[in-house]
C-alpha cells in the first residue's frame, strides 16, 4: 500500500525501468555499452538500479562525472563528453579518468598538454548539409570536423595517445530513425582513418510521444543497419561496438508525478484545474510545449465522463504555466490528485526555483512494492543558505 505522501513528489518504478533497459537488450545492444545520460536524471539510487543493472553512464559535466563516481561506476563504464571546459576541469577529468571525448579540436590539444593519458575519443561533426535535410540544427557548435581528423590523428601519435572511440550527436527526442542510421553510416565510413578504434557512438535520445505514450523509434532496425554496414568493412567487423546513450528511453516512461487539485473553477466557458505544483517543479510542458498525459490518480471509481474544454494550470503566478490545454478530462474536486505520466526524464533534471519554488520529494516504489524517499524535499533553509544579506550601513 502506497503510504501518504504530501505532494507534489516525483514517483519512479523499479519494474519499468528494468523493462526498458531489457527491451534495448533484446535489440542486440550489449548492456556494457548502453550508456544512461545523466542529464536527463541523475538521482544516484536509480544510477544504483543502472549500476546493477550493468549499465555504463554518459556525463556532460565535472558536476554529473562526481556524481557518477558517488553512485558507484567504474571510471570505464563513464563516458564524458563536456564543452568549454577550464583547465582546472581539464585536468580534474583526466585525474577521474572515464572514458573521455574530445568535443572540439581545441579543446583534444587541451587535454593532451594538461595530462598523461593513455587513449581518448573525439567528437565528429559532419557537414551542415547532412544535419539541414534531416531537419536539425545545422550549425553544430561541438565537434571536430571531418576535414580536421587527419590532424587530430596526427596530434594524438604525436603524444602517444591512442583514438579508441569516435562519437557523434543525433539530436534528443529524435524519432527519425534514417538520421540515425545514416549518421552511424557516416561514422563507420570515416573509422578506417583509425587504427586502434574499439567503439562507435551514436549519442542522442530515442523518440518518445508523450501524449499518447508511445516509443516511436525502432532500436532493432538500427543495430541491424549498423551491423550491415560494419559488414561491408571487413577490417572493422567484430572489432568495434556500438554504443549508445539513451536517457529519456529508459527513465522517461518509469517516472510520474503526483499533485493534489486545489482549485477547480469555470471562467469563459473552460474549465480550470489548478493544482500544487507548477512549471519550475514540472517544466517539460513549458520548456519544450509538450505535454503529457494526465490522469486521476487512485481514484477506486473511474468516472468516464469527460468535461470539454479542461485546463489544467499550476500554482505559479506566471500567464502561461499550463499542463494540459483544451483537453477532455474527468471532473474532479479540491483533494483529488492527479498523475503527470511519462515525467522520469528532463522533469527533476530541469526544475528549478523559478518564483521561489522548491523542488519536490522523489520516491521509489520497488520491484517488491516498497515504496522509499530517495531525494528529500528542497527546504526553504536550502533554497537561502547561499545567500547573504545586506549587512546594516551598507
Do not use: W
Amino acid at each position: 500500500m502506497e503510504p501518504i505522501i504530501s505532494t507534489p513528489y516525483y514517483l519512479y518504478e523499479e519494474k519499468i525501468i528494468l523493462e526498458q533497459i531489457n527491451k534495448i537488450a533484446n535489440a542486440k545492444i550489449l548492456k556494457k555499452n548502453i550508456h544512461f545520460s545523466l542529464m536527463s536524471n541523475n538521482n544516484i539510487c536509480l544510477l544504483n538500479i543502472l549500476k546493477e543493472s550493468g549499465l555504463g553512464v554518459f556525463t556532460s559535466s565535472v558536476q554529473e562525472l562526481a556524481i557518477a563516481k558517488k553512485a558507484g561506476f567504474d571510471n570505464k563504464k563513464i563516458i564524458f563528453c563536456s564543452s568549454n571546459l577550464k583547465i582546472d576541469e581539464i585536468k580534474e577529468v583526466i585525474n577521474v579518468n572515464p572514458v573521455i571525448i574530445a568535443d572540439s579540436f581545441n579543446q583534444l590539444n587541451k587535454y593532451l598538454e594538461n595530462g598523461s593519458l593513455k587513449e581518448i575519443g573525439i567528437r565528429i561533426s559532419f557537414e551542415p548539409e547532412f544535419y539541414r535535410k534531416n531537419n536539425f540544427l545545422e550549425i553544430q557548435r561541438q565537434g571536430i570536423e571531418v576535414d580536421q581528423l587527419g590532424q587530430a590523428i596526427e596530434l594524438c601519435e604525436r603524444h602517444g595517445v591512442k583514438i579508441v572511440g569516435i562519437h557523434s550527436y543525433f539530436g534528443t527526442n529524435n524519432s527519425n530513425e534514417e538520421f540515425f542510421k545514416t549518421g552511424l553510416s557516416k561514422l563507420i565510413d570515416v573509422s578506417t582513418q583509425f587504427k586502434d578504434l574499439e567503439f562507435i557512438d551514436g549519442s542522442g535520445g530515442f523518440g518518445l510521444d508523450y501524449s499518447n505514450e508511445k516509443f516511436n523509434f525502432n532500436l532493432n532496425e538500427l543495430v541491424r543497419s549498423f551491423n550491415d554496414v560494419l559488414s561491408g568493412y571487413p577490417q572493422l567487423s567484430g572489432s568495434i561496438e556500438l554504443k549508445i546513450e539513451p536517457g529519456r528511453f529508459i527513465m522517461g516512461p518509469a517516472g510520474k508525478l503526483i499533485c493534489t487539485v486545489t482549485e477547480v473553477y469555470e471562467k469563459q466557458g473552460r474549465i480550470f484545474i489548478g493544482v500544487d505544483t507548477n512549471l519550475s517543479q514540472f517544466p517539460r510542458p513549458y520548456i519544450y510545449g509538450e505535454y503529457h498525459r494526465i490522469e486521476v490518480y487512485k481514484r477506486i471509481k473511474k468516472d468516464k465522463l469527460k468535461r470539454p474544454h479542461t485546463f489544467i494550470v499550476g500554482n505559479s503566478i506566471k500567464s502561461d504555466d499550463f499542463f494540459a490545454i483544451n483537453i477532455d478530462f474527468p471532473k474532479v474536486e479540491e483533494g483529488d490528485q492527479l498523475c503527470f505520466n511519462y515525467a522520469g526524464a528532463y522533469c527533476y533534471s530541469l526544475s528549478s526555483n523559478f518564483c521561489g519554488q522548491l523542488r519536490p520529494a522523489e520516491y521509489l516504489l520497488s520491484e517488491n512494492n516498497e515504496y522509499s524517499e530517495i531525494r528529500t524535499p528542497e527546504s526553504f533553509s536550502t533554497l537561502i543558505k547561499t545567500q547573504n544579506p545586506r549587512s546594516p550601513g551598507q
